[in-house]
Structures are given as C-alpha cells and as structure tokens.
C-alpha cells in the first residue's frame, strides 16, 4: 500500500510537470511576410502579443507586433526563456528493494506564466516630448507628443485631440497613452470601451457575388444622358474627365476664402469645405463671411452650374465630424441635409470622413451611412452627386490588413456602389502604397502608386491579401485619384505635372505608364482630385491650368 501511494504520487508529479509544460509552452515567433488571422498569439522581443486584426506585416512596412494598431501586447513571454529544470525528486519513504522509482528529471518544471498577474499601467515617463497642438496640421504615425502632463504616442496619421482619442496598447485609437511625465501621478488608463476596436469576424465581407473586375465587353457610354435637374432646377452634367478641387469655407495659410465666382473655370466639380457636425446626427453650414452674402453664394452656385459645373457639399474633413449611431440620427441627417441642398443649392455631397466621425469597420456609422445617404439620394432625385475622398489605408488598406481603419470605407464603398459618382481617395499624407503589384510600398508621388491604386479600384483585390474575400472593382467613371496641388498643401506625397499627366494617359490609354499597368486602358476613367482650389490659387494655378489642359487631351 505505501508503495503504490508512492508511485501515484510520482506518476502525479509527472502529470502536473508535463502539462505545466505544455501549458507554459512559449507561443510561436512572429515572423514577417506570413500571413495572420485575427486573434492569433505570437511572441517578440520577450513579449507575447494578440493579432487585432487579419494581416500580413510586409517587411518592407516596417511593421511588427508594436504596432499598436495591429497588435495587442499580453505581457511578458511565459515561455520566452528555458524553464528552469526542477531538482531530482526524492521519495521521502525508503523504496522497497524491488521498486524501482521513476525517474522525474527528463521533464523539467518551467518557470510560472508571469501573465498571470494583470499587465501594469504603463510607468509614468520622467521626460516630456513636445507639446500636442491644435493648429497643427497632423502628426505622423510614430509622433510623440505632451498634453497636460500625459505623454502620447501617434498610432497613425492623426489629427485628432489625444485626451479624446487615445488608450491603452491596442485600443484602436489614434494615439497611444505612454504614461504621465515630470513625475505626475501616472495616468489612469483610458477605458477603450467608447470606441472598442471590432473583431473582423464580425464585420460582414464586403464580397459582392461576382468579384469581376469592371466590364470590358460593354463599356460605359461616353455620350452620358443628362442627369434630371438639381433641386435648384438647374441642369448640370458632369464633364467626361473631371479636374475636382476642394474650396476652402475657412481662412488658413493659403489665405482667405473668397466668393465661388473666383473659382476659375478650369475646375469641373467645386467641393465646399466643409460642414458642420450639429449634434445627434444633424449637419449644419456657415458661410464664411469672406465668401459674400448669402444670396451672393447662391447665385454663384447657379452660374457655375450653368457652365456645366458641380457644386458639392463635403462632410468631414481635417477637424470635421458626423454623428450616426443610431436611426433617430440617421433622419436627423436626412432632413437637414436635404434642406441645405435645397437651400443653396448643392448637387450632392462628398464624404471625406475621418478618424474623428469613428469610422472603423464594425462601427455603427458604417451602416447607418450607407442608409442616410440611400434615403437622402431618394429625397433629392437622381441629380444626387455622390463622391468620397478616403484616406488610402481605409479603401486599399484593406489589402494587408483588413480590419479597424484599414479597409473600413470598402463596406461603405459597396453599400453605395450603384450610387456613387467618383471617388478620389487621397494618396497622400500616408506614406507608400501596398498593392498585389510589387512587393514593396509604391512610393508617394510616383505614377506607379497612382496607377496601382486606380487599378486596385477598377480591377478589384483581395482582403486581407485574399483570406478575408475581395473587393470588386468600380466602374471606371467612378473613380479618379487625389493628390496635392502643391507642396504647401500636404505634408507629403506631393507630384510634378508630368506625374499626374503620365498617370491619366497610363489609365486611359496605356501609354507613359511605369512598372504597373491596369489589365486595359479605360478611356471613361474620370480625371484627378486635389487640395486644394485655395491652395492652386494661392502658389499660382500651377496644379490646375496644365492638369485641366492635359484632361481636355484625353480620348
């Protein structure tokens, strides 16, 4: 009887040390250029951390587990190290002669998980970086910034306040806390539950039935039936290839804003920046003072219109926000849309939201916009003039990773596909391009990143590099590309004429292209975007008076 006691408590002991073992058992290393599913555990740098999203951390991106907006770190390693072996277990009664003990030593015990025990908030820096500013115009990723004695790091290109939109490693916000500095009491950690980060498994793929790249057997019409009148009454038909220019409602270093009658000629569509977040989903619209009278800007708007001109109110912007969390939210919007449309006359609107209106896949503006923009369109008739300006990482984004920010507006894209006019998404600001076309970034300013960018919406992608579906391509009347009008209006990604002519002629018609060509030409491709029309003015028309000439070229 004692020795069977001794020999179970032996064979226990050897149970506990094997699955203590596999239990501890260190988490596989991250390693770049492999594809990872949401929710997968890898380990780095002595640190174990959980994927946000489904991804694939291209070498060439730089990206690894620390970045905050891909990963969650969970610690310390618990099995970054080798496990300390136990010693030689001892039986603490003398053996029978005839038993021959077990022997423990082969399965060492590891080290106790240290992930146990909750992660500490981060140490309070002793050293403060420079001060956050409202009048800046962004900060870069990696940017790190004091604001009341709390040091932030920027997770992306980001103008938003960081006491509001920040948290803890992983949140999904704009800035990341790194701690309070000067020696203050260290800083709470922000409760990321306002704005949690999705999982992507629960945000729909945006797959349509048929991912098929646009039409090449039967091309879009290029004699396009003039839409019904605007709400105005004015007849207004957008031009083949469209040079499109925000004007600025505001005064900023390009100087002041100034009546719409100033606009020359050159620009086919005039976006109106910008409109005002109201308040439980109501837009509102100021007139900045410099721009004239009320009446003045109304008759501006029917005179351009008469020139065959598009005239568009654009929502969101650097600073600007629209709120839509709900359906009372979603008729609030509707309503005070349509009457500033009416009021002065607006063909339609332009959504150029932000990281300030939570545009995040998951998020209930996602669906709630699509829905407003559908009922807003019904109201209005089918002159409505739809147009988006994204961000690169929330439309192409999508194709390294596909969650969060990145690939958000493809939903919205999809939602109002058959209602959209053109989107031109900014390839600026955001560094280089990721495409299935090359291996590395297509850097800004480049003919190959505006080329793979346009053919990424036309030709469609995969999500996620392929494992989280596909985004089917626009038509490619839908779809033109936006970039700086000089090099004062952007912090980067600015380009020569020669690089917006060479693209235009690449998509239209295959020639002066680079390494990356569309699978055809497209000749209805629409034109090019820029920030801005104040900015064009102010540096001597430089952008638009050969970027108009060039569309005038075009087949």
Avoid at 79 to 90: L, S, W
Avoid at 430 to 442: C, H, Q, R, V
Wanted: with cysteine; hydrophobic share 35%.
């Amino acid at each position: 009887m004692q020795k069977a006691k001794r020999n179970a408590r032996i064979a226990g002991l050897i149970a506990t040390l094997v699955f203590a073992a596999s239990a501890y058992a260190a988490y596989p290393a991250w390693q770049a250029d492999v594809y990872y599913t949401a929710g997968t555990i890898v380990s780095y740098n002595g640190h174990d951390y959980k994927a946000l999203v489904n991804q694939t951390d291209y070498t060439s991106t730089g990206w690894n587990p620390t970045n905050a907006s891909l990963w969650t770190d969970l610690g310390a390693s618990a099995g970054g190290a080798t496990p300390t072996p136990a010693p030689t277990a001892t039986p603490t009664a003398t053996p029978a002669p005839t038993a021959t003990p077990v022997p423990v030593t082969a399965t060492p015990a590891p080290t106790p998980k240290p992930t146990a025990t909750p992660t500490p908030a981060p140490t309070p820096a002793t050293t403060c970086y420079a001060a956050w500013s409202a009048t800046q115009d962004h900060y870069n990723g990696g940017d790190k910034v004091t604001l009341n004695g709390v040091n932030y790091v920027a997770n992306w290109w980001t103008n938003a306040n960081p006491s509001t939109n920040s948290g803890p490693s992983g949140s999904g916000k704009d800035w990341t806390v790194l701690g309070n500095c000067g020696g203050a009491t260290p800083v709470p950690t922000p409760v990321p539950t306002a704005t949690p980060t999705p999982k992507p498994t629960a945000t729909p793929t945006p797959t349509p039935a048929t991912p098929t790249p646009a039409p090449t057997a039967t091309p879009v019409p290029t004699a396009t039936p003039v839409p019904t009148p605007t709400p105005t009454g004015t007849p207004s038909s957008l031009a083949k290839h469209a040079l499109v220019g925000y004007w600025h409602n505001f005064t900023n270093p390009s100087g002041n804003t100034y009546p719409i009658a100033q606009v020359t000629d050159d620009w086919d569509v005039i976006v109106v920046s910008f409109a005002d977040n109201a308040g439980g989903g109501a837009v509102s619209f100021t007139l900045d003072p410099n721009a004239g009278t009320e009446a003045q800007f109304i008759a501006d708007i029917k005179a351009k219109q008469a020139k065959g001109k598009k005239v568009v109110l654009s929502l969101g912007g650097q600073n600007g926000s629209v709120t839509l969390n709900s359906s009372s939210d979603v008729t609030n919007f509707v309503n005070s849309l349509y009457g500033i449309i009416t009021k002065y006359g607006f063909d339609g609107i332009d959504l150029d939201l932000e990281s300030g209106s939570g545009v995040s896949l998951g998020a209930p503006i996602i669906s709630n916009l699509v829905t407003a923009v559908q009922q807003l369109k019904a109201k209005v008739g089918s002159s409505f003039y739809l147009s988006m300006a994204p961000e690169w990482p929330y439309v192409q984004g999508g194709y390294t990773s596909y969650g969060s920010i990145w690939g958000a507006y493809l939903p919205i894209i999809d939602g109002l596909r058959n209602d959209l006019t053109i989107i031109h998404v900014q390839y600026y600001n955001n560094g280089g391009l990721y495409t299935p076309y090359a291996t590395g970034a297509l850097p800004e300013g480049s003919v190959d990143m505006l080329v793979g960018g346009s053919k990424m919406l036309i030709e469609g992608f995969g999500l996620a590099a392929g494992a989280s579906g596909t985004f089917a391509g626009l038509r490619p009347d839908q779809v033109a590309f936006g970039v700086p009008s000089g090099p004062s209006s952007a912090n980067s990604g600015f380009v020569t004429s020669a690089t917006v002519n060479n693209t235009l002629d690449c998509m239209t018609k295959l020639v002066n292209c680079g390494t990356i060509k569309p699978n055809q030409a497209y000749p209805t491709f629409r034109g090019v975007m820029t920030w801005s029309i104040n900015w064009d003015k102010h540096d001597g028309y430089n952008f638009s008076v050969p970027a108009a000439a060039h569309l005038k070229t075009l087949p």
